[in-house]
């Protein structure tokens, strides 16, 4: 049975720094690739960073290059979103996904997904 358990989400200032893990089971991060998302209410869930399955290359949201970075500890066989820099419109419930995309920021690309963890950016 895959689980996907995310972490790390709070309340921060802008500027402000968060570190979202993603701790899965089931299923080896070393095999799947990682999207992570963000949705707020009355807005379709988007991809703001994901990690290719097979190269591990990476692809980010415009608004979130140089500040967010995708990561996989093999190891702990889990995932993480490195957040900088944040901003009131970062603020959303971010959920963490495993799958084998073609389209590496698409939300159908995905199989399996976490619970999802509230990131608010407010001073």
């Known amino acids: 049975q895959v689980q996907l358990v995310e972490s790390g989400g709070g309340l921060v200032q802008p500027g402000e720094s968060l570190r979202l893990s993603c701790k899965a089971s089931?299923?080896?991060?070393?095999?799947?690739?990682v999207g992570w998302f963000r949705q707020v209410p009355g807005k379709a869930r988007e991809g703001v960073a994901c990690?290719?399955?097979?190269?591990?290359?990476?692809l980010y949201k415009n608004s979130v290059k140089g500040r967010f970075t995708v990561s996989r500890d093999f190891g702990e066989n889990t995932a993480y979103l490195q957040m900088s820099d944040l901003r009131v419109e970062d603020a959303a419930v971010y959920y963490c996904?495993?799958?084998?995309?073609?389209?590496?920021?698409?939300?159908?690309?995905?199989?399996?997904w976490g619970q999802g963890t509230q990131v608010t950016v407010s001073s």
């Open positions: 996904a495993a799958g084998f995309p073609t389209i590496c920021l698409l939300p159908a690309e995905y199989d399996f």
């Open positions: 089931g299923l080896s991060w070393g095999t799947y690739g």
């Open positions: 990690a290719h399955p097979t190269d591990g290359s990476t």
